[in-house]
């Protein structure tokens, strides 16, 4: 990939503790197909506190109005993780002059984190 080609980055380190409480606390960000995901493998608290810090990165750097709950981490089997996006966070991307994302997420006992970045193909 050509360096040219990185419009944006980030990353975002967090506690796994922390999706525990989320998702004991009421309204989460996560699909109904990241949860299952997450929990038809070990350790569902740590997939789903990467893809949380994937989901916080990637709003964070798109900007605007865009949440977390608007970036959705998926895979195919055996495939890398990807981001879909809502249709706002879509134009977010455009504006920012990007027109694709690229996602990297790694978890330990305590802690997950996820690099993304945002990348122009051109």
Do not use: C, N, Y
């Not at 050509?2 to 999706?19: C, K, Q």
């Not at 997939?47 to 981490?73: F, N, Q, W």
């Not at 055996?78 to 027109?99: F, I, K, V, Y």
């Amino acid at each position: 990939m050509d360096p040219d080609g990185v419009v944006a980055s980030a990353l975002e380190v967090l506690e796994i503790a922390e999706v525990a409480r989320l998702l004991e606390g009421g309204p989460h960000p996560f699909s109904a197909e990241e949860l299952a995901f997450a929990r038809a493998r070990s350790d569902p608290e740590r997939r789903l506190a990467a893809r949380l810090a994937a989901k916080r990165a990637a709003a964070r750097l798109l900007g605007g109005d865009v949440t977390p709950a608007d970036v959705e981490v998926w895979r195919r089997p055996g495939g890398p993780p990807r981001l879909r996006l809502s249709s706002r966070a879509e134009d977010r991307l455009r504006e920012r002059g990007a027109d694709q994302t690229l996602v990297s997420l790694t978890h330990e006992r305590r802690h997950a984190a996820a690099a993304v970045l945002l990348l122009r193909s051109r």
